[in-house]
Structures are given as structure tokens and as C-alpha cells.
T-cell receptor, first 117, second 114 residues
Framework: KAGVTQTPRYLIKTRGQQVTLSCSPI?????VSWYQQTPGQGLQFLFE???????NKGNFPGRFSGRQFSNSRSEMNVSTLELGDSALYLC????????????????FGSGTRLTVV | AQKVTQAQTEISVVEKEDVTLDCVYE???????LFWYKQPPSGELVFLIR??????QNEISGRYSWNFQKSTSSFNFTITASQVVDSAVYFC???????????FGEGTQLTVNP
């Protein structure tokens, strides 16, 4: 079965611009979460969506936003890009059946490498 | 607050040596899950193992083994007879009670030399 697909793989943007990244989860997975990976801060949680609702949010400024569509595909948007936003953005897909009957793991995509110049 | 510490930033071994990657975690949750992921140069995080807080049974999978000790809040990972293909960054991660966010350690860069 197809894995988690993130597009584009690489992106170069200029400071002040905005960017939208896309993530298509594994078929049947309803939870999508996003992580930012930088050499200085490591892997940090951005937010998580389940059935089009944001359930959890990390400690990032409001310039970082996301959404999830009815087909579970998710997008994240970063507005007014800063040099420090240069990072590998990873998306993870999860099959979530509820706390008591959780049968889950997180499957990650290959990421989008964003460079802000 | 959740915290995961991987004190070893880099480890370098010669092929066929055994190597152990350390992971120590902090959480106030009584139910939690721990994970190990491998990140090769391609960037994708590859799932290795999941362990829940109620299952302290150690696990062996081929050359990989995991030692979970709740008493010391540790979840260590051992590769037996390491191979060059094992070279990667390894991350330990903790899932909180909501089951929707992972807290990662800093990662350990493992280099296996021929």
C-alpha cells in the first residue's frame, strides 16, 4: 500500500514569502501530524489534525498554520517566511481508533526540505 | 512536561561490534508509548519499535533488541553485530496521553565503519 506522500520534496523561498506544503496520508489513516526538523532545535511537533479538526498544537508562532481536508490530506502553511524557517518538514500519518483501543504507530513521509533565502 | 534525552550525540564503531543507544525519558503520564525511529540520509523516519508503559518485556528482533526499564525511565536500543547499513541517526520518542504528538530526543548519529 502507498506510504505517506509529501510534496514538494524541495523548495526554495525568499524571506517574507509564504509557502504551502502538502501531505497525503496512508489510505484509511485519519490523523496527520507535522514536525519541523532543524539542526539546532531537532524534531519539534507543529500540530496534529484528526477528521479535519486540529487536536493538538506545538509551540510555534501563528505564522504556522495547517488544515485537513475531508479526504484526510493535510496542508501546512507558513506565512512571512524567516531565515530560521529553513528546515525539513515531516508529516506523519496515523491510524487512530480511540484511546482505549489504540492501534497506532506513526508512519512518516520523506519530508519537504524548505530553504529560505 | 514530556522530555526525552539521548545523551550520546555521536557513536562510531567498527563493523560487527555491538552498540547500545541510550534513551531516558520523563513524563507524568501513567500511560505512554515509547518509540525508536531510524533516519537515514534520505530524511524519512523509519519506524523500528513501539513499546507501551505497561509492557516491560524486552524484545529482540533479528540483530535489534530493546531494554525497557520503567524504574529508571530508560528505553535502550542495542544493535548486535553492527553493519555499515546501520549507519543513520536514531531517535527515541515519547507519545503523550493524548496519543497525538511525539516528543523526540536529540538523536544519536551512529556511524559503522567497515
Amino acid at each position: 500500500k502507498a506510504g505517506v506522500t509529501q510534496t514538494p520534496r524541495y523548495l526554495i523561498k525568499t524571506r517574507g514569502q509564504q509557502v504551502t506544503l502538502s501531505c497525503s496520508p496512508i489510505s484509511g489513516h485519519r490523523s496527520v501530524s507535522w514536525y519541523q526538523q532543524t539542526p539546532g532545535q531537532g524534531l519539534q511537533f507543529l500540530f496534529e489534525y484528526f477528521s479535519e479538526t486540529q487536536r493538538n498544537k506545538g509551540n510555534f508562532p501563528g505564522r504556522f498554520s495547517g488544515r485537513q481536508f475531508s479526504n484526510s490530506r493535510s496542508e501546512m502553511n507558513v506565512s512571512t517566511l524567516e531565515l530560521g524557517d529553513s528546515a525539513l518538514y515531516l508529516c506523519a500519518s496515523s491510524l487512530y481508533l480511540g484511546q482505549a483501543t489504540k492501534n497506532y504507530g506513526y508512519t512518516f513521509g520523506s519530508g519537504t526540505r524548505l530553504t529560505v533565502v | 512536561a514530556q522530555k526525552v534525552t539521548q545523551a550520546q550525540t555521536e557513536i562510531s564503531v567498527v563493523e560487527k561490534e555491538d552498540v547500545t543507544l541510550d534513551c531516558v525519558y520523563e513524563t507524568r503520564d501513567t500511560t505512554y508509548y515509547l518509540f525508536w525511529y531510524k533516519q537515514p540520509p534520505s530524511g524519512e523516519l523509519v519506524f523500528l519499535i513501539r513499546r507501551n508503559s505497561f509492557d516491560e518485556q524486552n524484545e529482540i528482533s533479528g540483530r535489534y533488541s530493546w531494554n525497557f526499564q520503567k524504574s529508571t525511565s530508560s528505553f535502550n536500543f542495542t544493535i548486535t553485530a553492527s553493519q555499515v547499513v546501520d549507519s543513520a541517526v536514531y531517535f527515541c520518542a515519547l507519545d503523550d496521553a493524548s496519543g497525538s504528538r511525539l516528543t523526540f530526543g536529540e538523536g544519536t548519529q551512529l556511524t559503522v565503519n567497515p
